[in-house]
């Protein structure tokens, strides 16, 4: 396995484990939307550009979604 391949799996590993985890602390959301972007820079430099745009995306919603939510003190 090449450095590139292994920083795909583990920034998909931590999308997987923070979308679990993100019920429990906004502080997971956050983790969620580093983790997309981070798997959106893999899709772009594995050539994989659809993967790419695709978790661009979900890292964008990531961020917005943590952005409401950190102001608001009533989330569970």
């Known amino acids: 396995m090449d450095v590139l391949t292994i920083f795909g799996a583990c920034a998909v590993g931590v999308m997987l484990l923070s979308y679990a985890l993100e019920h429990r602390a906004a502080y997971w959301v956050l983790v969620f939307a580093c983790a997309c972007?981070?798997?959106?820079?893999?899709?772009?430099?594995?050539?994989?550009?659809?993967?790419?745009?695709?978790?661009?995306?979900?890292?964008?919603?990531?961020?917005?979604?943590?952005?409401?939510?950190?102001?608001?003190?009533?989330?569970?």
């Open 37 to 76: 972007a981070a798997s959106s820079l893999y899709g772009w430099l594995a050539g994989t550009w659809p993967f790419g745009v695709v978790e661009g995306i979900w890292a964008i919603v990531a961020f917005r979604r943590w952005w409401n939510r950190k102001g608001n003190t009533h989330s569970s």
